[in-house]
């Protein structure tokens, strides 16, 4: 089955802070998919970023980063010099080959100025 | 803005009404998701259409049903509708059924049994 550890529940920063979400994923597929969405108080889901489990590299997208380590099963996401407008919940999320999305619990993040 | 329309945004009906949620996915997509999002239960996975046909099921009550027309917009129909359905319906598409493809998801639609 697969499964999708979201173990922080809330994490409260100050402007500026790094701060890093964690997702702990299972499953007995070889190949799979994993992604990271947020979700704003305004509801929608945005997609931030899907990475395959062939590719281990790291990326970065500004002050985003995501690290993706297939030995711990994690792919877990980090925002530098955070800003309130990254207040938001984040979803972690699996994809195998059932063609549906899994979903972690999210983890709900807020910056303080 | 994901290129998924979702209508309506609001809708507030009364317990054992029908209501039926609208979506028209990305341009070029032809793959569509409905999950749905509650507090006890997080985003759960509802069903998938590819192209017109049903293509996979979630947790999908018998109360509901989706379709997906030939202009390839979708909808999913809530029926005998109980309080405990009231929850954010997203709708999502990607370009096709492979489990690798970005799936987009619209604003919701954000249902409120009463």
């Known amino acids: 089955a697969q499964k999708v550890t979201q173990a922080q529940t809330e994490i409260s920063v100050v402007e500026k802070e790094d701060v890093t979400l964690d997702c702990v994923y299972e499953?007995?597929?070889?190949?799979?998919?994993l992604f990271w969405y947020k979700q704003p108080p305004s509801g929608e889901l945005v997609f931030l970023i899907r990475?395959?489990?062939?590719?281990?590299q790291n990326e970065i997208s500004g002050r985003y980063s995501w690290n993706f380590q297939k030995s711990t099963s994690s792919f877990n996401f980090t925002i530098t010099a955070s800003q309130v407008v990254d207040s938001a919940v984040y979803f972690c999320?699996?994809?195998?080959?059932?063609?549906?999305?899994?979903f972690g619990t999210g983890t709900r993040l807020l910056v303080s100025p | 803005d994901s290129g998924v329309t979702q209508t309506p945004k609001h809708l507030i009906t009364a317990t054992g009404q029908r209501v039926t949620l609208r979506c028209s996915p990305r341009?070029?997509?032809?793959?569509v998701y409905w999950y749905q999002q509650s507090l006890d239960q997080g985003l759960q996975f509802l069903i998938q259409?590819?192209?017109?046909?049903?293509?996979a099921k979630g947790n999908i009550l018998e109360r509901f049903s989706a379709q997906q027309f030939p202009d390839l917009h979708s909808e999913l129909n809530l029926s005998s509708l109980e309080l405990g359905d009231s929850a954010l319906y997203f709708c999502?598409?990607?370009?096709?059924?492979?489990?690798?493809?970005?799936?987009?998801f619209g604003e919701g639609s954000w249902l409120t049994v009463v």
């Open positions: 341009s070029g997509d032809l793959s």
């Open positions: 259409y590819y192209n017109g046909e049903e293509r």
């Open positions: 999320a699996l994809n195998t080959g059932f063609q549906k999305l899994v």
């Open positions: 499953t007995r597929d070889t190949t799979y998919y």
């Open positions: 999502a598409s990607s370009e096709d059924s492979f489990s690798g493809n970005t799936i987009y």
């Open positions: 990475r395959n489990s062939f590719d281990e």
